[in-house]
């Protein structure tokens, strides 16, 4: 598929379905290229195909199934889009666009030529439970259990909205930019291993597949 150039172009890869529950389109919208006036498109469509559909067969599907509902704050970022946000990396808090290749800008491999896809995501159900008690760890801990496919996590305060990649060689790293700020865990940690499942029973009962 080539980049579109129309609006029935643009419109055809908007209504490709990546999963039972999304679309591309449901990634395409973005604040940066709203505001700057610049489109978010892919220049290599397939590519962005096929890492989007990654992320929300493997990953958003299985907790949206789990958990409800979830609200797509960021996905995916044009090298435009990105660029003009790394750009003005104070007002729009971006990463460079090489950064960023497989993890926001889908239809970019990365250095090691793999694929990657990351969407900022809000899990509705658990806003009420964060909002009372600031565990933010508790969904991200059933993530890390349950969730096998997921690369990296990192979390924000609003709305205890946060990034979550796909890669075919998931790194199991979670980072919080909510206190206390840091690594939760990563590879080489006691507990990146395991099941930690007492540390999300009040939002959720569940079994661990760790």
């Known amino acids: 598929m080539k980049s579109p150039k129309t609006v029935k ?7 490709i379905r990546l999963s039972d529950s999304f679309f591309m389109r449901d990634f395409l919208y973005s604040e940066i290229s709203q505001i700057e006036g610049m489109p978010n498109i892919p220049e290599y469509p397939d590519v962005a195909i096929e890492a989007g559909s990654n992320l929300c067969q493997n990953i ?24 003009k946000g790394a750009e003005n990396k104070n007002q729009y808090n971006c990463a460079s666009n090489e950064s ?11 250095k090691n030529g793999d694929l990657g896809a990351t969407v900022c995501i809000v899990v509705n159900s658990f806003l009420d439970y964060y909002e009372k008690t600031n565990d933010w ?35 199991k790293i979670i980072y919080s930019y909510i206190q206390p700020k840091g690594y939760l865990t990563k590879p080489g940690m006691d507990s990146n291993d395991g099941c930690h499942k007492g540390l999300y029973s009040e939002f959720i009962s569940s079994q661990c597949l760790a």
């Open 9 to 15: 172009s643009l419109e055809d890869l908007g209504r």
């Open 60 to 83: 958003l599907e299985p907790i949206q199934k789990k958990l409800g509902r979830i609200s797509i704050r960021s996905g995916y970022r044009s090298t435009l889009v990105n660029g």
């Open 100 to 110: 960023n290749y497989a993890h926001h800008i889908w239809d970019y491999r990365d």
């Open 137 to 171: 760890q508790a969904l991200a801990w059933w993530i890390h259990d349950n969730i096998p496919a997921y690369s990296s996590m990192q979390f924000f305060p609003k709305l205890a909205a946060f990034n979550i990649r796909w890669s075919p060689k998931p790194e």
